[in-house]
């Protein structure tokens, strides 16, 4: 019956992971209490320009980073404004959020403070690490509007403005105001 034991328990030892350690319940639960020994503070009221970079660069002061998340519009892929920093050790992230809460950048007050350990990680979204390209809104609306237009267009443009025209003189009229102008239809004839 012993033999039987410690054949088991050797092949347990046997089968460990790259660290060495047994591969059991107990490891896999020690293992996911050190990753949530990081701290993430939320940074919020960013100034314009201040992106992951600065803040990368800014927050390194303080200690080791372990990340740094700006959230952008999907749509023009600016910042939103605000962003997660997540430290290597929760008590320097502690001091970073109070040092910083309320530190004046630019134009902007930072507001910094620690997430609670309820919060999720907002490093671990799906789509969190994405980036998007940048879009040059002003020269995508400038070639727009100089594209040729296709004749079923300009026909339905013509056709509101003359809709458009002849609900005003209807209004006038119901105002009582008799005032003739050369409108659009006059001049299409």
Same mark, same amino acid.
């Given at each position: 019956?012993?033999?039987?034991?410690?054949?088991?328990?050797?092949?347990?030892?046997?089968?460990?992971?790259?660290?060495?350690?047994?591969?059991?319940?107990?490891?896999?639960?020690?293992?996911?209490?050190?990753?949530?020994?990081? !701290?993430?503070?939320?940074?919020?009221?960013?100034?314009?320009?201040?992106?992951?970079?600065?803040?990368?660069?800014?927050?390194?002061?303080?200690?080791?980073?372990?990340?740094?998340?700006?959230?952008?519009?999907?749509?023009?892929?600016?910042?939103?404004?605000?962003?997660?920093?997540?430290?290597?050790?929760?008590?320097?992230?502690?001091?970073?959020?109070?040092?910083?809460?309320?530190?004046?950048?630019?134009?902007?007050?930072?507001?910094?403070?620690?997430?609670?350990?309820?919060?999720?990680?907002?490093?671990?979204?799906?789509?969190?690490?994405?980036?998007?390209?940048?879009?040059?809104?002003?020269?995508?609306?400038?070639?727009?509007?100089?594209?040729?237009?296709?004749?079923?267009?300009?026909?339905?443009?013509?056709?509101?403005?003359?809709?458009?025209?002849?609900?005003?003189?209807? /209004? /006038?009229?119901?105002? !009582?105001?008799?005032?003739?102008?050369?409108?659009?239809?006059?001049?299409?004839?």
């Amino acid at each position: 019956m012993k033999d039987n034991q410690t054949k088991k328990v050797t092949k347990q030892i046997k089968k460990t992971n790259k660290g060495g350690q047994i591969k059991s319940k107990a490891n896999r639960l020690k293992l996911k209490k050190n990753e949530e020994d990081h !701290g993430i503070i939320y940074v919020g009221h960013l100034p314009y320009g201040f992106l992951e970079e600065g803040i990368q660069q800014y927050f390194t002061q303080f200690g080791e980073l372990q990340g740094v998340k700006v959230y952008r519009s999907k749509k023009t892929n600016r910042s939103m404004g605000y962003g997660f920093v997540k430290f290597a050790n929760k008590e320097v992230a502690e001091i970073a959020a109070s040092t910083m809460n309320g530190y004046w950048m630019g134009e902007k007050k930072l507001v910094c403070h620690l997430l609670p350990a309820d919060q999720p990680d907002p490093f671990k979204y799906k789509y969190g690490s994405q980036k998007l390209p940048n879009i040059k809104w002003g020269q995508k609306f400038i070639k727009e509007s100089n594209q040729d237009k296709s004749d079923e267009k300009i026909v339905k443009q013509l056709k509101t403005l003359i809709e458009n025209e002849e609900l005003k003189r209807k /209004l /006038l009229k119901e105002a !009582g105001v008799d005032y003739k102008y050369i409108g659009y239809k006059e001049i299409l004839g």
